[in-house]
Structures are given as structure tokens and as C-alpha cells.
């Protein structure tokens, strides 16, 4: 054999890659025979404690999810509501009258204004922090944040989904791992008393 194929089959083999959803979350295995994951029954609990950290790993995962997925729903209307005021004053020609507007100030408190036709509009961003814009540019902002936010927050309920399905799984294969103990504790036990059994039953010497 060559010296570089020797070299070749020294090589460390890649670690295989854990197929992910599309944003990263690892799919959880699938037991399909006990056999590959616990050799005896003295592997049995630190299987089952994996799998348990699996699934507390998910359920954490899946609550985040479910607080961004509230977040987003929260501030969609918002947006939506802001875009439609922006679209609203874009149709505003100049010269037409000004009109009444009631704007709040706090919680409790209201004031009217009279808005003549503009070209500028103020947004908060957030952070204390409102910034000038052209109407144009303030409809595109708006309109790509709404766009961004909808995507989010089909991409979170994707994940929840995708998180409950992954959790399901490791109940499952939590359960065959703990019906395999039950079943070899069981076997283990028959073994024994059969063993002295045919003690009882041989005759001395």
C-alpha cells in the first residue's frame, strides 16, 4: 500500500451533520430499535436522562418561540396601522384643506391638531428614538417592517409546530426505552427463577 493511501486511511472521519429544520433546530432521532441506543440495563437511566434534557432543550426552545410569536402579533397592528396612516397622507394634495386630527399624548390624555398636506413624516423606531422621513420612504420602511414581521411570525409558528412534533418524539422513544427495561427486568427475573427452579427440582448426589 502507498504511502499516501495510508496517509488516507489515517485520516479523521468528518462528523456527520445533524439534519436541522430551516433555521437550525435539530430534529430529534427516532428510535426505532432500543438495541441502538442502550446496550443493557445498566444504560437505561443515563439514556433516559438524555432524552429527558432533550426534551426540556425543545420545550425551552418552543417557549421563546410562542413569547417572539406574541411580540410579533403585538406589534403587527401597530405597523399596519401606522403604514395606512402614511398611505393615507400620501393622497393628500397640497393645497387641500388641513384636517382634524386627534393624536394622544398618554394614556389618558388627547389633543386635536389640524394636519395640512405633507411630504414628511415622523416614525418612532423605537428606543426613544423618531426620525424625519419622506412619505415615500416612509411607506417602503413600513411596508418591508410588515413584510418582515408576517415572515417571522409564520417562520415562529412553523418552528412551534416543528418543536412539538420533535417533543412527541422523545416521549416516544422515551417510552420504548422504559417499556424495553420493564420487558428485560421482566425476562431477567423469569430467567432467575427458572434457574431456581431446576435448583429445587435436581437431586442430591
Given at each position: 500500500m502507498s504511502t499516501t493511501s495510508k496517509m488516507a486511511d489515517q485520516e479523521p472521519k468528518k462528523d456527520v451533520v445533524a439534519p436541522t429544520n430551516p433555521r437550525g433546530i435539530p430534529y430529534a432521532p427516532f428510535v426505532d430499535k432500543v438495541e441502538d441506543y442502550v446496550t443493557s440495563r445498566a444504560d437505561v437511566e443515563k439514556t433516559l436522562k438524555k432524552f429527558q434534557e432533550m426534551i426540556s432543550k425543545y420545550q425551552f426552545m418552543e417557549s421563546n418561540q410562542q413569547r417572539r410569536a406574541a411580540g410579533l402579533k403585538d406589534k403587527m397592528p401597530d405597523i399596519q396601522k401606522t403604514l395606512d396612516m402614511v398611505q393615507f397622507l400620501k393622497t393628500r394634495k397640497p393645497g387641500s384643506d388641513p384636517i382634524e386630527a386627534t393624536f394622544e399624548l398618554n394614556d389618558t390624555l388627547y389633543a386635536k391638531a389640524h394636519?395640512?398636506?405633507?411630504?414628511?413624516?415622523?416614525?418612532?423606531?423605537?428606543?426613544?428614538?423618531?426620525?424625519?422621513?419622506?412619505?415615500?420612504?416612509?411607506?417602503?420602511?413600513?411596508?418591508?417592517?410588515?413584510?418582515?414581521?408576517?415572515?417571522?411570525?409564520?417562520?415562529?409558528?412553523?418552528?412551534?409546530?416543528f418543536l412539538r412534533e420533535q417533543i412527541t418524539t422523545m416521549e416516544v422513544a422515551t417510552a420504548r426505552v422504559y417499556n424495553w427495561d420493564v420487558t428485560m427486568k421482566r425476562k431477567e427475573k423469569n430467567e432467575q427463577e427458572a434457574i431456581e427452579d431446576g435448583e429445587k427440582g435436581t437431586p442430591n448426589g
Open positions: 394636519v395640512p398636506p405633507t411630504e414628511e413624516v415622523y416614525l418612532w423606531l423605537g428606543a426613544n428614538v423618531m426620525l424625519s422621513y419622506p412619505i415615500d420612504e416612509a411607506e417602503e420602511l413600513l411596508t418591508g417592517k410588515l413584510a418582515g414581521a408576517k415572515l417571522n411570525l409564520a417562520n415562529c409558528e412553523e418552528d412551534q409546530e
